[in-house]
């Protein structure tokens, strides 16, 4: 169209140069216009940041968690903000808080899930205000606590890493715990936050030898305190809530808590309804 913005392509930076990360990569580029470099070692990588920067940096999965670590630092002196996505073959919940605390914007610990990966690689694409929005306070395999900012984007990275510190349960229990994690989070950052990105949410998750529980602290008003006339949990016909939310001017939705509470064995909330624990047994 006459006087329509050409933008330019986004610049991907390969380390390695494998096999599985360019045909990643290349199922990103059929929807997206790239610029595609691959260098063979990580020092050839940090090279490349010197000269220019790049949108995304994408990792071998040859390498391990560690190495990429260390890469991730010094490509982060040279260039602020980078966004790196790590890839790896296996790995361990440690290594994937490692990522987390280390700023990584994604860390993959199997290549089994593609769709995963493209889809996580399309997010890190995205030309919008980036900051990495995760702070770890503490963590290990079992206890870690979190503050987040309130951006889709960083709820989007949030789940993805919840997910993969979760691969020791098996496929079903895991996509039933992170839908209802994913649920009670966007419903904190909405209704608790406004989507507002200065406004921050406390996520804990802790394993125990019976559950995994997540707990959720927002800073807004909470819900508890009479019907929820926008949310399905309050209404006879499910479906009703629908029209006060258009009526609000709110995104369509609603089923958050509705659909949590059917995902974990419990979601318990406090009186003024801005914590949430969500648990699942695992010992049954």
């Given at each position: 169209?006459?006087?329509?913005?050409?933008?330019?392509?986004?610049?991907?930076?390969?380390?390695?140069?494998?096999?599985?990360?360019?045909?990643?990569?290349?199922?990103?580029?059929r929807?997206?216009?790239?610029?595609?470099?691959?260098?063979?070692?990580?020092?050839?990588?940090?090279?490349?940041?010197?000269?220019?920067?790049?949108?995304?940096?994408?990792?071998?999965?040859?390498?391990?968690?560690?190495?990429?670590?260390?890469?991730?630092?010094?490509?982060?002196?040279?260039?602020?903000?980078?966004?790196?996505?790590?890839?790896?073959e296996?790995?361990?919940?440690?290594?994937?808080?490692?990522?987390?605390?280390?700023?990584?914007?994604?860390?993959?610990?199997?290549?089994?899930d593609?769709?995963?990966?493209?889809?996580?690689?399309?997010?890190?694409?995205?030309?919008?205000e980036?900051?990495n929005?995760?702070?770890?306070?503490?963590?290990?395999?079992?206890?870690?606590?979190?503050?987040?900012?309130?951006?889709?984007?960083?709820?989007?990275?949030?789940?993805?890493?919840?997910?993969?510190?979760?691969?020791?349960?098996?496929?079903e229990?895991?996509?039933?715990?992170?839908?209802?994690?994913?649920?009670?989070?966007?419903?904190?950052?909405?209704?608790?936050?406004?989507?507002?990105?200065?406004?921050?949410?406390?996520?804990?998750?802790?394993?125990?030898?019976?559950?995994?529980?997540?707990?959720?602290?927002?800073?807004?008003?909470?819900?508890?305190?009479?019907?929820?006339?926008?949310?399905?949990?309050?209404?006879?016909?499910?479906?009703?809530?629908?029209?006060?939310?258009?009526?609000?001017?709110?995104?369509?939705?609603?089923?958050?808590?509705?659909?949590?509470?059917?995902?974990?064995?419990?979601?318990?909330?406090?009186?003024?309804?801005?914590?949430?624990?969500?648990?699942?047994?695992?010992?049954?």
């Amino acid at each position: 169209m006459p006087g329509a913005e050409i933008r330019p392509p986004r610049r991907v930076l390969l380390l390695g140069g494998g096999d599985a990360t360019r045909e990643l990569v290349e199922a990103v580029a059929r929807h997206v216009s790239l610029e595609i470099e691959e260098v063979p070692t990580a020092i050839e990588g940090l090279e490349a940041l010197r000269r220019r920067d790049y949108d995304v940096v994408v990792t071998d999965p040859a390498t391990s968690i560690e190495e990429d670590l260390a890469y991730l630092r010094e490509g982060q002196w040279l260039r602020p903000g980078l966004r790196a996505v790590l890839l790896a073959e296996r790995g361990t919940p440690e290594d994937v808080i490692d990522a987390m605390r280390a700023g990584a914007f994604a860390c993959f610990v199997s290549l089994a899930d593609r769709l995963a990966i493209i889809e996580m690689l399309r997010a890190a694409l995205r030309r919008e205000e980036w900051r990495n929005g995760i702070e770890v306070i503490c963590a290990h395999r079992d206890w870690i606590k979190l503050r987040v900012n309130c951006r889709l984007l960083t709820a989007e990275r949030l789940i993805h890493f919840m997910n993969e510190t979760r691969k020791d349960l098996v496929d079903e229990d895991r996509d039933r715990l992170i839908a209802a994690f994913r649920e009670i989070l966007i419903n904190a950052m909405e209704h608790g936050c406004g989507f507002n990105p200065d406004q921050v949410i406390e996520v804990s998750a802790v394993k125990t030898l019976r559950a995994i529980v997540y707990h959720f602290h927002d800073p807004g008003q909470g819900f508890a305190h009479g019907p929820l006339p926008h949310a399905a949990q309050s209404a006879d016909d499910p479906l009703t809530h629908l029209l006060t939310r258009d009526e609000q001017g709110m995104r369509a939705g609603g089923f958050g808590l509705l659909l949590a509470r059917h995902l974990v064995d419990e979601l318990i909330h406090n009186d003024r309804g801005n914590e949430v624990l969500l648990i699942k047994y695992t010992d049954k």
